[in-house]
């Protein structure tokens, strides 16, 4: 029996069906809930149709019931966002009937001795929100709001056609559209990928070989370093509630750091994300300081300071003397090894390495890299805390690069190479644009600085980004990227605000003056190929950290790569996308 049968069961039935609702009421649930006659819940529910997060849309009548019970438009957006709304958000748009704010039980019982209300099923469609005329018009809107079919859209456009059904079809022909929609949708490859990604995330923290180990409480929090990502952390640990404590040896910093912060909260209230009164008390919860004894009391402290290992051994010595027994100690570097830094402390077992991506209040991507000595708590509670965050926490062994940026190095290598070879960056960053992510190799390199890129290059002890270290020159020409208007491209404040990337012809011709002296020839080079080279380039790498163990599972590499990376979650990750269209053919 499938919840098809029951929902099936429910509608002929003769009796009046109350659904009351606690907790998280997803998918099939509230497919369930809405064939019943009245849905109460309690204040605490949450009701949401996320199938279309894993390329699916409600199978089990949802795409069918729910316009006719709160109209087309409404019906759409709820769907097509996904995400779970909570119980009073779900009373106003019309899908509960009650929230009770007594026993949920005792108020379904009262709604069922109503009398039968079957309407929405039955009856000949009433779209609520939208008159009939127009409900042809809010589909072909929908239809132009969602990404196409062949760039992450497929199942979004397939909610669109089972809605169009409910407003144009009888029930029961309207069911039978769902039906083979959905069934489309299973087979389908961006299903599959999200599916597998969807999987690939509740795997993250199950490590073989680890002893079984309790996590630590995290109560309070310490950040080392008020830059870029120390405010970053420090605003990602506020918004879970934790209280934090900033130290930084600079004023400028502390003062520039305050400012990103009243401005992270004022722009969450303009969004409506959050009231003023919650923005302030979370911002209370951090603290600025140049006391170092200010940290003693917390259970993890993240150091962000400069990315030098003499630097970073000086305030972890600084650390052992000062944090409580049991305070795990993290460093968010790049590309230090995790093992030098530990052995500044007397306890090693306590460092782990937690990799934040920028912005780290915000990129939902956390590498956790284990130390020689990491203890099986510090790893529990690493894993337990990046789900406060909210973040997903990936494993990596203490490598270099550990397993995104090593793999982006190789990537931005090829990238470089293919210029070399004649192509202008412009043409291979709109090749992997077109592949569907945000941005390509070349204009990623000059948001992130071109001379961060020239120091990770010597710290990897590479001679260049491809052969011919351009991106050197670039650096030496003061062209360090976005942030000085030029890189591989030009940037101008009157074009999109500085951040859009204007090709410029004197790269092109550095690349090939560049090429010329090292007698590499010019030749035809496809899309295909570019994009093929570069995704060989990553997955390549990929295999070799999973042989080394770096990484622990080709799952986990996808899951850095679409969360960290942007590359498309539609396609799966690098090492999904490889394996079913092998990339290195
Ligand atoms: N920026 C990124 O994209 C990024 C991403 C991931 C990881 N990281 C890593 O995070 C760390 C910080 O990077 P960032 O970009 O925030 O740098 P940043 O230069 O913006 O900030 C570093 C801060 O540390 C402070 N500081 C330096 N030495 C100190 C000391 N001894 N005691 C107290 N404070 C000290 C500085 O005053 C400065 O405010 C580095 O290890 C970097 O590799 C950076």
Same mark, same amino acid.
């Given at each position: 029996?499938?919840?098809?049968?029951?929902?099936?069961?429910?509608?002929?039935?003769?009796?009046?069906?109350?659904?009351?609702?606690?907790?998280?009421?997803?998918?099939?649930?509230?497919?369930?809930?809405?064939?019943?006659?009245?849905?109460?819940?309690?204040?605490?529910?949450?009701?949401?149709?996320?199938?279309? =997060?894993?390329? +699916?849309?409600?199978?089990?009548?949802?795409?069918? /019931?729910? %316009?006719? !019970?709160?109209? $087309? &438009? @409404?019906?759409?957006?709820?769907?097509?966002?996904?995400?779970?709304?909570?119980?009073?958000?779900?009373?106003?748009?019309?899908?509960?009937?009650?929230?009770?704010?007594?026993?949920?039980?005792?108020?379904?019982?009262?709604?069922?001795?109503?009398?039968?209300?079957?309407?929405?099923?039955?009856?000949?469609?009433?779209?609520?929100?939208?008159?009939?005329?127009?409900?042809?018009?809010?589909?072909?809107?929908?239809?132009?709001?969602?990404?196409?079919?062949?760039?992450?859209?497929?199942?979004?456009?397939?909610?669109?056609?089972?809605?169009?059904?409910?407003?144009?079809?009888?029930?029961?022909?309207?069911?039978?559209?769902?039906?083979?929609?959905?069934?489309?949708?299973?087979?389908?490859?961006?299903?599959?990928? =999200?599916?597998? +990604?969807?999987?690939?995330?509740?795997?993250?923290? /199950?490590? %073989?070989? !680890?002893?079984? $180990? &309790? @996590?630590?409480?995290?109560?309070?929090?310490?950040?080392?370093?008020?830059?870029?990502?120390?405010?970053?952390?420090?605003?990602?640990?506020?918004?879970?509630?934790?209280?934090?404590?900033?130290?930084?040896?600079?004023?400028?910093?502390?003062?520039?750091?305050?400012?990103?912060?009243?401005?992270?909260?004022?722009?969450?209230?303009?969004?409506?994300?959050?009231?003023?009164?919650?923005?302030?008390?979370?911002?209370?919860?951090?603290?600025?300081?140049?006391?170092?004894?200010?940290?003693?009391?917390?259970?993890?402290?993240?150091?962000?300071?400069?990315?030098?290992?003499?630097?970073?051994?000086?305030?972890?010595?600084?650390?052992?003397?000062?944090?409580?027994?049991?305070?795990?100690?993290?460093?968010?570097?790049?590309?230090?090894?995790?093992?030098?830094?530990?052995?500044?402390?007397? /306890?090693?077992?306590?460092?782990?390495?937690?990799?934040?991506?920028?912005?780290?209040?915000?990129?939902?991507?956390?590498?956790?890299?284990?130390?020689?000595?990491?203890?099986?708590?510090?790893?529990?509670?690493?894993?337990?805390?990046?789900?406060?965050?909210?973040?997903?926490?990936?494993?990596?062994?203490?490598?270099?690069?550990?397993?995104?940026?090593?793999?982006?190095?190789?990537?931005?290598?090829?990238?470089?190479?293919?210029?070399?070879?004649?192509?202008?960056?412009?043409?291979?960053?709109?090749?992997?644009?077109?592949?569907?992510?945000?941005?390509?190799?070349?204009?990623?390199?000059?948001?992130?600085?071109?001379?961060?890129?020239?120091?990770?290059?010597?710290?990897?002890?590479?001679?260049?980004?491809?052969?011919?270290?351009?991106?050197?020159?670039?650096?030496?020409?003061?062209?360090?990227?976005?942030?000085?208007?030029?890189?591989?491209?030009?940037?101008?404040?009157?074009?999109?605000?500085?951040?859009?990337?204007?090709?410029?012809?004197?790269?092109?011709?550095?690349?090939?003056?560049?090429?010329?002296?090292?007698?590499?020839?010019?030749?035809?080079?496809?899309?295909?190929?570019?994009?093929?080279?570069?995704?060989?380039?990553?997955?390549?790498?990929?295999?070799?950290?999973?042989?080394?163990?770096?990484?622990?599972?080709?799952?986990?590499?996808?899951?850095?790569?679409?969360?960290?990376?942007?590359?498309?979650?539609?396609?799966?990750?690098?090492?999904?996308?490889?394996?079913?269209?092998?990339?290195?053919?």
């Amino acid at each position: 029996m499938t919840i098809r049968d029951v929902i099936a069961a429910i509608e002929s039935s003769v009796k009046t069906h109350v659904a009351a609702i606690d907790g998280n009421c997803l998918g099939g649930g509230v497919e369930l809930a809405l064939v019943c006659d009245y849905r109460v819940a309690t204040p605490a529910a949450k009701l949401g149709l996320p199938e279309i =997060l894993i390329g +699916l849309l409600p199978g089990a009548g949802g795409t069918q /019931r729910l %316009p006719r !019970l709160i109209g $087309a &438009r @409404a019906a759409l957006e709820f769907m097509l966002k996904g995400t779970p709304v909570p119980a009073k958000r779900a009373l106003e748009l019309g899908i509960l009937d009650e929230v009770a704010e007594g026993d949920v039980v005792v108020a379904a019982r009262e709604l069922a001795a109503r009398p039968k209300r079957r309407a929405s099923a039955r009856e000949a469609i009433v779209a609520k929100d939208v008159p009939m005329q127009a409900a042809p018009y809010v589909v072909a809107q929908a239809h132009k709001m969602v990404p196409p079919e062949s760039n992450g859209g497929l199942a979004a456009h397939k909610l669109i056609d089972a809605v169009q059904a409910s407003v144009e079809l009888p029930f029961n022909f309207g069911l039978a559209r769902e039906a083979r929609l959905f069934d489309e949708l299973v087979r389908s490859e961006p299903s599959q990928a =999200l599916r597998h +990604l969807f999987f690939a995330e509740r795997e993250l923290s /199950r490590i %073989p070989g !680890l002893p079984e $180990a &309790r @996590a630590l409480p995290i109560e309070r929090a310490g950040v080392v370093g008020a830059g870029t990502m120390g405010s970053g952390i420090a605003i990602a640990f506020a918004q879970a509630g934790i209280p934090v404590v900033v130290v930084d040896s600079s004023d400028a910093a502390v003062d520039t750091a305050r400012q990103t912060v009243m401005g992270m909260f004022m722009y969450r209230v303009q969004q409506g994300k959050l009231t003023q009164e919650e923005a302030w008390k979370r911002a209370q919860l951090i603290e600025f300081t140049d006391d170092w004894s200010r940290l003693a009391d917390a259970d993890v402290i993240v150091e962000a300071v400069f990315e030098s290992l003499d630097v970073k051994r000086e305030v972890f010595a600084k650390l052992d003397a000062i944090a409580k027994p049991g305070a795990i100690l993290a460093t968010n570097t790049s590309t230090l090894d995790i093992d030098e830094i530990a052995k500044a402390t007397k /306890r090693p077992a306590s460092v782990v390495g937690l990799h934040f991506f920028v912005p780290a209040n915000i990129m939902p991507l956390l590498e956790i890299v284990r130390g020689d000595k990491t203890s099986p708590e510090v790893l529990a509670t690493a894993f337990t805390l990046a789900k406060t965050l909210r973040k997903k926490g990936v494993l990596s062994g203490n490598a270099f690069g550990f397993i995104g940026n090593r793999m982006i190095f190789d990537y931005l290598r090829e990238a470089n190479a293919i210029a070399e070879e004649g192509v202008p960056p412009a043409r291979v960053d709109a090749v992997m644009k077109r592949f569907g992510f945000p941005m390509g190799p070349f204009a990623m390199s000059d948001l992130s600085g071109l001379d961060i890129g020239r120091q990770v290059q010597a710290a990897s002890g590479a001679q260049a980004f491809g052969r011919t270290n351009v991106l050197g020159r670039l650096v030496e020409m003061g062209r360090l990227g976005q942030k000085t208007g030029a890189g591989y491209f030009r940037y101008d404040k009157a074009v999109g605000k500085g951040r859009e990337p204007i090709p410029d012809p004197e790269v092109d011709a550095l690349f090939a003056q560049a090429a010329r002296e090292a007698g590499i020839a010019p030749r035809e080079i496809s899309d295909d190929e570019i994009r093929e080279r570069l995704l060989r380039a990553l997955v390549q790498r990929g295999e070799r950290l999973l042989e080394e163990g770096v990484a622990l599972r080709p799952g986990d590499i996808d899951i850095v790569y679409v969360y960290g990376y942007g590359f498309p979650p539609h396609l799966g990750g690098p090492m999904w996308n490889a394996r079913k269209e092998p990339a290195h053919a």
